[in-house]
């Protein structure tokens, strides 16, 4: 691949090389690199292999093959991975190149560093992305926010790869600083609020005796008028799905759950 880059990716897990395929698909050519660099060999002899996808053996590497000004996107774990990545990018940036922190961090964190940043002359963006995987392959839901300044560079890819509604992008300009990562918080909010309302609900149908059977009957009703919503499908899909013995698979799965980099909940353990 000749040529220089659109944009360099950081971060080569399920968010990062689904993001990366996706911006290629839609004409971009992606700079790609990742901490532990066996990652970077991987993709681009597999998934990333004849698509406009460029790797990168470190931090000056990748600077070197993006066009200017730069455009760099971090999808790595939140927290003080980011704030490494950003103290080893400045170094190799110039003013007026961007920094992107796609992962779920802080709206706090994303405040103190756009301000950090555009004191160095570099235009720092916070975004949610919202989606999951699948959301990052074929259309996420993209919240960005931070300096202003960054958002005619980043605006056609961002609207390019985002999730159409209606023939319009999931996708605008929020606000300052830390205002991407605010909205991503509270989309996430309402989204758990949603899960443990689904959770609940769940429960009382156990509790009174109505079969699984009828429960995803419930759910595919309820799909139909104004609960129509992804949650509630898969609520449907997951009840009506039986394990290769012929079983429902949900009562055989442990009620527990985990989460990354924070605490284990185990709700069989009451306080
Ligand atoms: P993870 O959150 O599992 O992060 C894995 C990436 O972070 C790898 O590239 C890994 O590098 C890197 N990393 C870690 Br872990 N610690 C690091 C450190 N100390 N220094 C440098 N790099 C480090 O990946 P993900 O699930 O793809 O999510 C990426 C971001 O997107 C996260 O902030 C996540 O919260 C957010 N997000 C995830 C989803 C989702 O559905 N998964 C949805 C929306 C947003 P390595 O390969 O060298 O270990």
Redesign the pocket.
Known sequence: MSGKGDIGL?????????LILNMADHGFTVVAF????E?VHAFLANEAKGKSIIGAESIQDLASKLKTPRRVM?????????D??INQLVPHLEKGDIII?????EYQDSERRSKDLAAKGIRFVGT??????E??RYG?SLMPGGNKEAWPFIKDIFQGIAAKADGQPCCEWVGNDGAGHFV?MVHNGIEYGDMQLIGEIYHLMSAIGISQEEMADTFTEWNKGELDSFLIEITRDILKFKDTDGQYLLQKIRDSAGQ??YRKVDCNRRP
């Open positions: 950081i971060g080569l897990a399920v968010m990062g090389q689904n990742n901490r532990s660099i990652k971090l999808l790595v774990k939140a927290g003080d991975a980011v490494n990545f922190d796609g992962g779920n961090s949610g992305v919202s989606g999951g995987e959301g990052a996420p991503k990354k980099g």
